[in-house]
């Protein structure tokens, strides 16, 4: 089972360009999370989905979007990057909201870094 | 405003050693407690989730402790491996909405 798969692992940006995160999952789960960890920091949540088609705002939203077109499949978006979202994103996922004996699976991450 | 607060920052201990990692936190309405395991260029990954009624949670020589009142909780490892070397994140979950707030971690080195 691949679980929770990032793409790409690793990419160097200019500040202005733009890209996208890809994050798919292949265990039928509800949920989906993109996070952001930095040194230094516990890792904290940009925006989630609770499903096909639905997405929510999260600790640190700005600068991002995302999209959930598809069960298996959550994006995460930066129009105009900034050094400041130099960072380790972590993509996971979940049956149901983090609640009770739910558990999140993470993704293996992807380092990106803005000049 | 909600917090965990996790200590030591960094730890080393030789092979074979038990240590206890500890985690405050100021998160209120609790609703679980999760240690994750995080190895070097990885994602997390759990090891013991607690509700407020628990003290105590094993996963094989992890332990897990809890105590609701002080707002406290430990993770001990027995007989500490080079494969432990890792940080270990405490994640405390707040109301029904299954809000979370991660801890910065601990970073475990077991040297041989």
């Known amino acids: 089972n691949a679980g929770v798969t990032q793409t790409p692992k690793f990419r160097v940006l200019k500040t202005g360009q733009s890209m996208t995160l890809l994050c798919a999952q292949d265990?039928?789960?509800?949920?989906m999370y993109w996070y952001r960890q930095d040194p230094g920091m516990g890792l904290r949540l940009i925006h989630y989905?609770?499903?096909?088609?639905?997405?929510a705002k999260g600790e640190v939203p700005d600068g991002y979007n995302v999209s959930r077109l598809k069960k298996q499949n959550f994006l995460l978006g930066l129009e105009s990057a900034a050094p400041s979202q130099t960072s380790v994103y972590f993509c996971a996922s979940s049956y149901h909201r983090e609640a009770g004996a739910n558990v999140l699976t993470f993704g293996a991450g992807s380092r990106l870094t803005v000049l | 405003k909600n917090q965990v607060e996790q200590s030591p920052q960094s730890l080393i201990i030789l092979e074979g050693k038990n240590c206890t990692l500890q985690c405050n936190y100021t998160v209120s309405p609790f609703s679980n407690l999760r240690w994750y395991k995080q190895d070097t260029g990885r994602g997390p990954v759990s090891l013991t989730i607690?509700?407020?009624?628990?003290n105590t949670k094993s996963n094989g020589r992890y332990t897990a402790t809890l105590d609701a009142d002080t707002k406290q909780s430990s993770l001990h490892i027995t007989a500490s491996q080079l494969s432990d070397s890792a940080s270990y994140i405490c994640v405390v979950i707040y109301t029904n909405a299954g809000k979370s707030t991660f801890g910065d971690g601990t970073t475990l080195t077991v040297k041989p």
């Open positions: 265990m039928n789960h509800e949920y």
């Open positions: 607690m509700t407020f009624s628990e």
């Open positions: 989905s609770v499903g096909e088609g639905t997405t």
